[in-house]
């Protein structure tokens, strides 16, 4: 079993920034493909950003440029650094790990003010 935990939302002011952190567990976290989505109220959950084992990236088109997935694989975390933030921004981000079989961690709220 892999436990996922996100971690760095809050509330911030339109323009600013956060970073969001996604710490796995399992010994196989560098051969897995990790994701950020997010699913505002009345929304259906998107996929923002994701990250393969070699670290290469895919974006939304509505984050692109603002919004950059990385990893660090001793530590098992995977980051979104958030920049520009806006109000359209504003959902719960879940991490994902791996494909088949996946992992979802519980969530962190990211709330952006105008």
């Known amino acids: 079993q892999v436990h996922v935990v996100e971690s760095g939302g809050g509330l911030v002011q339109a323009g600013g920034s956060l970073r969001l952190s996604c710490a796995a567990s399992?010994?196989?976290?560098?051969?897995?493909?990790m994701g950020w989505y997010r699913q505002a109220p009345g929304k259906e959950r998107e996929l923002v950003a994701a990250i393969g084992s070699g670290g290469n990236t895919n974006y939304a088109d509505s984050v692109k440029g603002r919004f950059t997935i990385s990893r660090d694989n001793a530590k098992k975390t995977v980051y979104l650094q958030m920049n520009s933030l806006k109000p359209e921004d504003t959902a719960v981000y879940y991490c994902k790990y791996g494909l088949i079989p996946a992992y979802w961690g519980q969530g962190t709220q990211v709330t952006v003010s105008s």
């Open positions: 399992g010994s196989r976290f560098s051969i897995n493909t």
